[in-house]
Every structure is written in C-alpha cells, then in structure tokens.
C-alpha cells in the first residue's frame, strides 16, 4: 500500500503522514460562527475535511474528530472591534443570544446531515470552555507574552516575534504587518495594532459576559480553539485544518498561543480548504454574495433554474480537488448532475451484468492501486472520480458484449466501488440513513403478515392473533381485505 502524503499549509509542501501516536489520529477543524444559515462555502470546507475524515477511518486510522461551535467571542471585525456576531443577532431579534445558537447550530448538523457528512468524534463549544480560556491567558500572561489594560488582555505579538515566528503559517513578515495594519485610532487599548485580544471587557450594554481575573468580558475568538484543541487533543495533535481564509490571522494566532505556553509546535500538519466562489466572489454571510444549501435543493433561488440535490451538490463539489477554488455555476452543476447520473447508472449495470469465466479489457489490480494513489495523494478526489468513471466505462462495454467480467472480479469490482463510493466519498445515491430504516419496517411487517397468513391457514389463530395485537401496541395497524392484509402506521 502507498503512504498517504497530505499538503501541509506549514511547510508549503507535500509530506508523508506520520500520526504521533499509534492510538489515535487528532484532528481539529474550526467549526462555523453560529449566528446565521450555513452557505454553501462553509459547507465545502466541511465536506472536504469529511472526506478526510473517512478516508484516514477507512486506512484504519482511530481518528479523534474535534470540531467546535463558535457560540461567542467572534467579532465583527478581525481587528477586535465591533459587536459580538451572536449577540448582535440576538439584539437585532429580541432573543435571547442561546437562542440565535440554538437555531443555526440546528440548521448546521441538519444541513450536513443532507449533505451526508459524519458527525464528528466531540463537538464542544466555546461558551462551555470559558475556564480552560481564562486558564490559558494566566499562563500567556504569567511567561510574558500580554499585557492587560483597562479589564481587557491583549496578546504582544511583537514580543512573541523576538523569540518566535509570528507569520510562519501564512507567510507574512512582522515588518509589513506592522506598516499595513491600520493605525490605532486612539479609541483602542492595544498597544500596537498587530496585537489581538485574549479576553475582552464587556461594554455594559453587551449580554455574552463571563466573571473573570480582569473584568466581566468575554474571551477573544482565537483562544477558543486552543483551548479545545489542546483539551481534547493534547499540545501536540496531528491535523489542523479549516478554510482558507482562516489561515490568517485565526490559525496563526492559535499558534502563538500554543507555543507561548507549550513552547511547542501545536500542529503537525495544517490543511486547509479553498474557497468556493459564487460570480467570480468568495461566499460569505457578511457580503450576502452567499446561496443556501435548502435554496439550492428546492430550487427557490433567483440564480439556478433549476433544483440540485444534496448528493449532486456533494458530488459537484468532489469533483474539485479541496485546494482548488471552486466556481458555482449552473453550467457546472448541470455537467455534474449528469456525471452523477452516469456513475448511478453504471453501478446499478454492474450488479446485472452478465459474467464470463474471465475477465478481459480491465486490469482490476492496476485500477484499485490507480484509485488509492489518487486518494494517497493529498486526498484527489477529482483523480479518484476519474478513476469510477473508468470502472464505468468498463462496466458499459461489458454491457455491449466488447468486454468480458468474471464472476469473482464481477464481485471485487462491486465491493470496490461501493467502499470508493459510499465510504470514502460519502455519495449516498438519494438513501438516507431514514429510507433505509423506513425499507427494513416495511420488509419486517410484510414478513410477519407473511407468517401471519400462514399460522391463519394452518388454523392457528393464537399466534395469528398474537401477530396483530402486538404490531397493533407497537401503533402498526392490519387492515385484513379480500386481495390480502395491508397495514398503517
Ligand atoms: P465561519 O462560520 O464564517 O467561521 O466559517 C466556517 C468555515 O467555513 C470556516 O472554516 C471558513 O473558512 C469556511 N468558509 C467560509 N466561507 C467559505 C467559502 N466561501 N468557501 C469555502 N469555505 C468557506
Ligand atoms: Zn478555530
């Protein structure tokens, strides 16, 4: 089997992974700012870091999943300047700000739910970690690396520059930082403007407020993640990933953090997802240049004509390798639902295939380590695609007699696809984890009107009897008619 090699953000290359401990892979992804609908850009980076997800289960990695909910401390404004993005929700509502929280990280787990992603292994939130945060910016402070000030605490990023490398991860020098950052308007307590918050003293006015050292306030958004982070996946973990456009200055905050108080790197490997774009723009919820997965599923968006289903959006997006760009456009998602299709189509035709004693036109074994090397290398979907729609072509010349499969390889080919398809990719062909349970009722109680049937001609009506009393407590109704006995629930 070939070694997986991931991109890391960190190095800007290629490297073999390498997890630290045989138990478990760690991996922490930045979850979404619960005050509005997901758009589709964020469901993207989800999706990518799903595939990720499955793809390290499915190599038999134990992943440790961590992705957490932004329930506060993320500003409007990357400067820490502005209102709380949940609170202002709330304000702008009348409700209360749990209740903003409560909405979207509902619409949030349903909509990934449509899209198919695996839940992950522990989902903490921010406002449940305000101690471990206050612990945190002890320790930043006690080792020197912020200063207080009128009830709030800052991060020196300048002083952490003397001994470390503030701009590793993304690239920027601490010089041009200092002379692009917008200056100081006289109304912030920061030192230099390049410094952010750890902890922020609430405005009287401002409802999201915890007790702490320095004031009744509320923790700086970059210090949530390493406070998660480390909880559950200790000071060093393996993988670290979010969009892109996190890179700057979220991760590269958490990582002066974290090596402020560890003195150790915290990450191994930081993966990152690009952007997916909507004419030409980054989606995002502050521009509203955004479209909702559910407006993309009903059809009821003044950009598409017509409907796409979560499956054909998921695939749609696969079909792009998670460090590309992605543009959304009708003419795109149109070559896609036909491609889903296609492959829909050529698995159904493999299980009705007739087979021959052999197999000619298909090297099975150079197609299965043709499709790992895609998946091996950096998690390419879009090669691993490609690789099913050779299998597809295949599959289509048996069909017309210009190719032959053996029974054996009939069922390999099968189970391949199938482990390619559902497992790894996560593409569910329109059944739902509920259509499967609504077809095992179904099948169950035809089975025991089956049996019923037979006990009542074999004149055995206690069991007979039996049968539809107990379906009739479970809320299962038989309707016995003259063409036979159908039921309702
Ligand atoms: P947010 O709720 O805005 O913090 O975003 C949640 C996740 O979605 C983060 O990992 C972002 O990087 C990611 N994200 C935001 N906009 C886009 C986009 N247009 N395309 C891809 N990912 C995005
Ligand atoms: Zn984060």
Known sequence: MQQLTVYNSLSGKKEVFTPITKEYVGMYVCGPTVYSNVHLGNCRTFISFDIIFRYLKHLGFKVRYVRNITD???????????????????????????????????????????????????????????IEQIEIIKSILEKGFAYKI???????????????????????????LVHNTRSLDGQSDKKNPQDFAL???AEPKHIMRWPSPWSDGFPGWHLECTAMSTKYLGNQFDIHGGGMDLKFPHHECEIAQAECITKQTPVNYWL?????????????????????????????????????????VRFFLLQAHYRSIVDLSQDALLASEKGFNKLKEGLLLLKQLTHSTETKGFDFVQWEE????????????????????????????????SASISKSDQLKLAQKMKIFVEDIMGISFG?????DVSTALEGTVNMLIDFRKITRDNKDFVTSDRIRDELSALGIQLNDEKDGTTFSI
Do not use: C
């Open 150 to 176: 009128n009830g709030s605490v800052y991060f020196d990023v300048l002083k952490y520059n003397e001994t470390n490398n503030y701009g590793k991860l993304s690239g920027r020098k601490i010089e041009n």
């Open 199 to 201: 902890w922020k003293k």
């Open 72 to 130: 506060a401390g993320h500003l409007e404004n990357d400067a820490d300047e502005g209102e709380d993005r949940i609170a202002k929700k709330a304000r702008l509502e009348s409700i209360e700000p749990m209740e903003v929280v409560q909405r979207y990280t509902v619409d949030f787990h349903e909509t990934l739910a449509k899209f198919n992603n695996l839940p992950p292994s522990i989902e903490p939130t921010a406002t449940g970690h305000i």
């Open 370 to 401: 043709q499709s790992y090397k895609a998946m091996n290398d950096d998690f390419n979907s879009p090669m691993l695609i490609a690789q099913l729609f050779e299998a597809v072509r295949f599959i289509n010349l048996v069909n017309n007699g």
């Open 272 to 312: 990152h997802a690009n952007m997916l774009t909507l004419n030409g723009k980054k989606m995002a919820k502050s521009t509203g240049n955004n479209i909702l997965p559910e407006e993309m599923f009903s059809g009821k968006n003044s950009i598409f004509t017509k409907s796409f289903s979560p499956e054909v």
């Open 431 to 435: 059944k739902s984890k509920q259509s």
